[in-house]
């Protein structure tokens, strides 16, 4: 981040799982304020003062979802499908006027390695469509293995394809992107989360079929 821009304040809902908890302390790390959020903030407190320690200084803190949308300028969805629409419906109040930037893949245990595409086609219309037009909801880091965001000092040899309706908020996501250590490209309306989505368990097929951890995306003939 340049020095004199606003510290942007990020949430990360779900941020005590390994994808958002991976992306939480690289922007951390990155000069972004960053909250950890649960739907236990005991949990969520307990997980960013263990990671403070792990990484020797306070980058993080933790709190409920609720609270945690309330304070942030961005939100960050990184939920198991299954707890998609109750985690929206929790902090929706909070989202108004925001970029939300949805993480999730819905995918159809045990099947994950399967397409599966929900009513709504994808996770990200279906956010958009709960949440209403008062929010941009964009989809990104679906591709990305959890296994190589862990480490913050590991690079991600993988590109994130960005989704969304809104132009700025997109440009702002692959800030994010760029912020976390990876390539950003913007991938159109949020419409083509349905292919950004449905490439997730086909990498996770990949994975299993080449005994491989952390399989990606790169998208060919860019500068």
């Known amino acids: 981040m340049t020095d004199g821009a606003m510290v942007l304040t990020i949430a990360v809902l779900g941020g005590t799982g390994k994808e958002g908890s991976g992306l939480a302390i690289r922007w951390a790390l990155n000069g972004y304020k960053v909250i950890i959020g649960s739907r236990d903030a005991t949990k969520a407190s307990e997980f960013a003062n263990t990671t403070n320690a792990e990484l020797n200084g306070e980058y993080l803190v933790g709190m409920a979802n609720e609270e945690a949308a309330r304070i942030a300028d961005i939100v960050v969805l990184s939920v198991p499908y299954t707890a998609h629409r ?34 709504g086609k994808a996770a990200g219309l279906e956010a958009q469509a709960l949440l209403g037009d008062g929010v941009n909801v964009i989809s990104a880091f679906q591709n990305v293995s959890a296994e190589k965001l862990k480490d913050p000092t590991t690079q991600v040899d993988c590109d994130v394809l960005v989704c969304g309706d809104n132009v700025e908020a997109k440009s702002q996501v692959i800030k994010l992107v760029e912020a976390a250590g990876m390539r950003g490209i913007d991938a159109g309306p949020l419409a083509n989360a349905v292919a950004a989505e449905s490439l997730t368990p086909v990498l996770l097929y990949i994975n299993k079929t080449y005994k491989v951890k952390g399989s990606g995306i790169r998208i060919t003939g860019l500068e």
């Open 86 to 119: 109750s985690t929206l419906e929790g902090v929706r109040a909070h989202l108004h006027g925001k970029v939300l930037v949805d993480l999730t893949v819905p995918l159809q245990p045990p099947a994950v390695r399967t397409v599966h595409l929900p009513e």
